[in-house]
């Protein structure tokens, strides 16, 4: 069960922030975060200190013993008390500010769901391993969902209500692709945006190794294989969170 540490009041957006030991990398992101959006770091285990530093620079803490990154992200999701919602990485790979852009466009119903397509910057960026897992599982992604989608990175905006609505379960390494495929299966509008990728501060804990990035593409595959809910369950998710 997790926790929350030195929660405030309700923000205008909440960003979430899962993280493994990315005490390096966590000054920066933070100092970072767009005025108006509470940054609600997900302390999934780091053995680094990185709770600690992100209480001390004004953010607040979601406790959530469970490893897995769908976890951290559900956890915050649960946790979180804005309309919109924003995830993205600790890592310094991606510049916060990218995501007011979203935000932008979720508050103006121009789209249900946006996705950043990360685009690097310099060739050690993205290592091959981890560009191969995602062009791997893109072409049966867009196969299942009929958007054009391109990438599965952590950048992305939603209203969170919306969200938990969509039950997902995935607590693992599926849980951004289990996103997409359910939010595409509720006829949600889905848009996606070029964003720099840049590099990464610290090691990877998905997808910096062979390994890591074999075990992610498994947990997504799993997720392409769950079946398509019948038309009239889609309704009734449509309509419940109308009703709200």
Excluded: Y
Excluded at 22 to 41: D, K, N
Excluded at 218 to 244: H, I, K, Q, Y
């Amino acid at each position: 069960m997790n926790s929350v540490t030195t929660p405030i009041s309700s923000p205008a957006v909440d960003a979430l922030l899962p993280c493994l030991d990315e005490a390096e990398a966590l000054p920066w992101v933070l100092a970072r975060i767009p005025a108006g959006r509470r940054a609600l770091v997900v302390d999934n285990g780091p053995t680094e200190g990185s709770a600690d530093i992100a209480l001390g620079l004004g953010a607040t803490v979601v406790h959530e013993p469970r490893r897995g990154f769908g976890a951290a992200c559900h956890a915050g999701s649960t946790a979180a008390t804005a309309d919109i919602v924003c995830f993205r990485d600790c890592d310094a790979s991606l510049d916060p500010p990218l995501l007011v852009r979203f935000v932008r466009q979720v508050r103006s119903g121009g789209a249900d769901l946006v996705l950043g397509r990360r685009r690097p910057r310099g060739r050690s960026t993205w290592p091959a391993h981890a560009r191969a897992g995602n062009l791997a599982l893109a072409r049966p992604l867009r196969r299942r969902t009929g958007p054009r989608l391109h990438d599965l990175g952590p950048l992305r905006a939603a209203r969170r209500e919306r969200l938990l609505a969509l039950g997902l379960t995935d607590r693992r390494g599926g849980h951004p692709l289990q996103m997409v495929v359910r939010a595409a299966d509720a006829g949600w509008r889905i848009a996606e945006h070029d964003v720099p990728h840049l590099p990464r501060t610290g090691a990877s804990k998905v997808t910096g190794t062979w390994r890591g990035t074999w075990q992610a593409v498994r947990d997504m595959s799993r997720v392409l294989a769950e079946p398509t809910p019948a038309a009239e369950n889609l309704t009734d998710v449509e309509e419940g969170v109308t009703a709200r």
